[in-house]
């Protein structure tokens, strides 16, 4: 790992009530690592992501990116720093085209929201077929969101947060609701429209083979603690993670 | 492979304002004198429906839009009176810029809210300042006060053609407001507008200030409110508080649902309409002319749910949108 991780969360808390949704988290990730965070339901994946993208604020610790305190920036000025994340059910907008949210995403990424410049101006609309092109969205541009398919809007939700080249992507389960069939063409095209892409990925997975597939690292949750961080063969064979997350591995009661 | 872009339309757009202005313009040499009064109102008042439509595209109806109306036709009526400045344009641009600028520390506030409590809010405002209004002595209280004949860059309008050249100043400063709306609709900020309305979360997440939008919006819509109070004003030759009172903001909320989100000319294609309706119906039904309004907006919501700029926007997905609110 160099000297300076891209992210860097160290000593995170947070609570919600009783229930402890994040306790003592302490991750560092490198630039360009592919990391998989999994866990079962509830165990703080989806808390730590919107930590980091400052939707929720931790109770302590810190979060750095790059060495910059992020900690207490609004999701915005998160964003603008280089931070783009997908949701797991895709926050698009039903009523506008394909490539019309894919403008959207390029505007909103921009310097300036312009009153005069046109949204559909030359180089914006073939930036945006490029990106759409690599995640086989081309023949979609033109049709309302409303009108996808639900693999497709996956497909499109992360082609926005792509928008701007960021330099950290947070991937909420980007497979959830896609048949089983589907998951990995999904991932391949996903991952190969990252692949000339500087950036690093942190992704929420449930499908162990796709994690084993596709991450560098994993970095398993439960009841808002890492229990495993190491490459995927060994977080993967960890016994608390075949326990808690995986559940290949059952705990013996004595009749 | 994805087809290839749009051309621009903002040279077409520009041709095609050009070209209606100065039909318009032409064509009120010929109209008989009630008719071009008509169209100066509508067009004017169109103004401040203009505005409603800019919030609508953001996701919020303002019913409380009488109050820039208000505000740029006092500042106007004022500026002629006390300062004794007479030119129409000098006082159109007076009427829009007081208007902004007075409504700008409430923008970060409204810009907070939406659905009913941003309409309740600006409601809220044109109440307030109507009462202010009528209590005001100084402005004229409930009588408001008269405002005298204005002039043209420099020169006195006759009696024979004073309503024409008035028409014409309208007209033009319409126009100019309503094809810098269609560029700003067309912008990317105007684009974000539409993503604000449909989820304002994703905006916030791509790097897009909602807030930012929403009172900007707020404040475009105030510019063109005000300009429309102030071209009222000089036409009409007097000035109220009902400018401020809420059947007259509803007037404007009537004639952006009439016209839809989805093109500038129906909005005054829309506030035509409801002048045309209002003066015959006051004619021929002078106590029951809210009746055959109400009727007829019952109409166009039944069969035109997107307002009547859907009979020309041309259907492709790129001009295509949610139904009207």
Known sequence: MSATPLLHAAGIEKRFGALVAASAIDIAVAPGERVSLIGSNGAGKTTFVNMITGYLKPDAGSITLAGRDITSLHPRAIARLGVARSFQIPQLYPA???????????????????????????????????LLARFALAEQRERRVAELPGGVRKLLDVAMALTGQPRLLLL????????????????????????????????????????????????????????????????????????LVTGTLRTEVPC | MAVAPPAPRRSAFLVGGIGLTAALLVAGVFLPKWLTFLVTMAAARGLVSLGIVLLMRGGVVSFGQGLVFAIGAYAAA????????????????????????????????????????????????????????????????????????????????????????????????????ALAARFYFDSTRGLVSLAVRENELRVEYLGGSVRRVMAINFLLAAFAGGAGGA??????????????????????????????????????????????????????????????????????????????????????????????P
Request: proline share 4%; glycine share 8%.
């Open chain 1, 96 to 130: 506008l085209t394909v490539l019309e949210n894919m403008l959207v995403a390029t505007a909103c990424r921009g310097a300036q929201l312009s009153f005069w410049q046109p949204a559909r101006r030359a180089e914006a609309v073939r930036d945006a077929d490029a």
């Open chain 2, 78 to 177: 004022l500026a002629f009176k006390r300062f004794a400045i007479t030119d129409a344009v000098g006082l159109a641009c007076i009427g829009a810029a007081t208007a902004t600028l007075l409504v700008a520390p409430f923008a970060p506030l409204l810009s907070r809210y939406r659905g009913i409590f941003f309409a309740m809010l600006t409601l809220a405002l044109s109440m307030v300042a109507f009462g202010v209004l009528v209590k005001t002595e100084s402005l004229g209280g409930s009588d408001g006060f008269n405002m005298g004949r204005v002039t043209v860059f420099g020169q006195s309008l006759g009696d024979a053609h004073v309503g024409y050249v008035l028409y014409a100043v309208t007209i033009v400063i319409a126009a100019v407001l």
């Open chain 1, 172 to 243: 909420d389960e980007p497979t959830s609701g896609v048949s089983a069939e589907e998951k990995f063409p999904m991932m391949d095209i996903i991952m190969t429209a990252l692949g000339s892409e500087p950036m690093t990925v942190l992704f929420v997975e449930h499908d162990m083979d796709i994690v084993a597939g596709y991450a560098d690292r994993v970095i398993a949750f439960a009841s808002g603690r890492v229990i495993a961080d190491a490459t995927p063969a060994v977080a993967l064979a960890n016994d608390d993670v075949r326990r």
């Open chain 2, 231 to 324: 071209l009222t004003v000089m036409s009409l030759g007097h000035i109220d508080p009902n400018f401020s009172y809420w059947t007259t903001s509803g007037e404007f909320v009537f004639v952006a649902i009439l016209a839809g989100w989805q093109s500038v000319l129906a909005v005054f294609v829309a506030s035509t309409v409801l002048e045309v309706v209002r003066s015959f119906s006051s004619s021929y039904f002078p106590n029951t002319w809210q009746l055959s309004l109400g009727l007829f907006l019952l109409f166009v919501i039944r069969f035109l749910p997107r307002g009547i700029g859907s009979l020309w926007v041309e259907r492709s997905p790129s001009r295509r949108g949610v139904a009207s």
